[in-house]
């Protein structure tokens, strides 16, 4: 309940901000990433059948590289995001 409940803040605080500051033209959203796969969580975590049950929830069933949030954070930080605001952007894999 914990994790759901600080989730659903997040969202509810990326919402407020931007409608509080979008005047500004400052814009506010969230990244939120899937199952990452950092070098800590393949030492501590990541097992093949960890790792084969994951990807099975996965619309892409690629493994996350840390590389695809980068790429996101460098898209919503450019001009090519000036119209996105209050989104949460899913790097995810499509988990379903």
């Not at 500051?21 to 899937?34: A, D, Q």
């Not at 954070?73 to 790097?91: I, P």
Request: aromatic share 8%.
């Amino acid at each position: 309940p914990a994790y759901t409940s600080a989730k659903a803040a997040v969202h509810g605080l990326t919402r407020t901000m931007a409608r509080d500051l979008g005047g500004h033209r400052i814009r506010v959203n969230t990244v939120v990433p899937g199952w990452v796969m950092t070098e800590r969580q393949k030492e501590l975590w990541v097992t093949p059948e960890a790792l084969e049950k994951q990807l099975a929830r996965q619309c892409l069933p690629d493994p996350i590289d840390p590389f695809y949030l980068a790429r996101m954070v460098l898209f919503l930080a450019s001009d090519d995001s000036a119209m996105c605001s209050a989104n949460n952007f899913m790097v995810e894999g499509g988990s379903i």
